[in-house]
């Protein structure tokens, strides 16, 4: 069965410093993974995802994440964080057209 | 550009009563999924469906039934709701099996 953890319920970072959101991954088959965000009150969209190819995958609002197979993970990362990037952030794998999320982390960024 | 769309937004149940959660997509997406969301649980998959006509449980579905008679509805439906249903749920489509999930604004019942 596939699975997904993010280890960090919580992950604070001051605006204009680089952030990490952390994911590691477990599935039998090729790995599809993906981020989303949740703004309150909201439903989930979609941010970026790895199919295959390039390691390091571009997505929306400037993150990109790093895809290691040795080390099953997917970090979501960014350069330089804005205080608007404070949301509920959810890692995804999906296999055989059902998608697994981890728990989620709780960005914050504080000006 | 509607996407998916969910009502009602609110809702408040008393326990031993039933409802039906609606769902529907314009985008011709063949997968579609129901979530719920519980604090900090993340998602948990209720049911989901891969085409009109064919649904199939996910880690979740004791307490709830779907259908999908076309491809772009599907109800979700609580029978005989208990307090541990309270939640919010969200519903999802997808257009083909590695492809992003489109969210609706979510579901939330309280079952008191």
């Known amino acids: 069965a596939q699975s997904v953890a993010q280890p960090e319920d919580q992950v604070n970072v001051a605006e204009g410093n680089p952030l990490t959101v952390k994911c590691t991954y477990s599935v039998s088959g090729n790995p599809y993974l993906f981020w989303y965000v949740q703004y309150p009150n909201r439903g989930l969209q979609f941010l970026l995802k790895?199919?295959?190819?390039?390691?390091l995958v571009k997505g929306s609002y400037g993150f990109e994440a790093e895809f290691n197979k040795s080390q099953t993970s997917f970090h979501l990362k960014k350069p330089s964080a804005l205080v608007s990037d404070s949301a509920l952030y959810f890692c995804?794998?999906?296999?055989?057209?059902?998608?697994?999320f981890g728990d989620g982390t709780t960005l914050t960024v504080k000006p | 550009n509607a996407g998916v769309t969910q009502t009602p937004k609110f809702r408040i149940l008393k326990i031993g009563q039933s409802m039906t959660l609606q769902c529907t997509q314009d985008m011709n997406h063949n997968y579609m999924y129901w979530y719920r969301q519980d604090p900090g649980m993340g998602l948990k998959l209720i049911y989901y469906s891969v085409g009109a006509g064919i649904t199939d449980k996910g880690e979740v579905p004791n307490g709830y039934n779907v259908s999908r008679s076309t491809t772009e509805d599907f109800p979700l439906r609580l029978e005989l709701a208990a307090p541990s249903q309270t939640s919010v749920y969200f519903c999802?489509?997808?257009?083909?099996?590695?492809?992003?999930?489109?969210f609706g604004e979510g579901s939330r019942l309280t079952v008191l």
């Open positions: 995804a794998v999906r296999d055989g057209g059902k998608s697994t």
């Open positions: 999802a489509s997808s257009p083909f099996n590695t492809g992003e999930l489109f």
């Open positions: 790895y199919i295959t190819g390039d390691n």
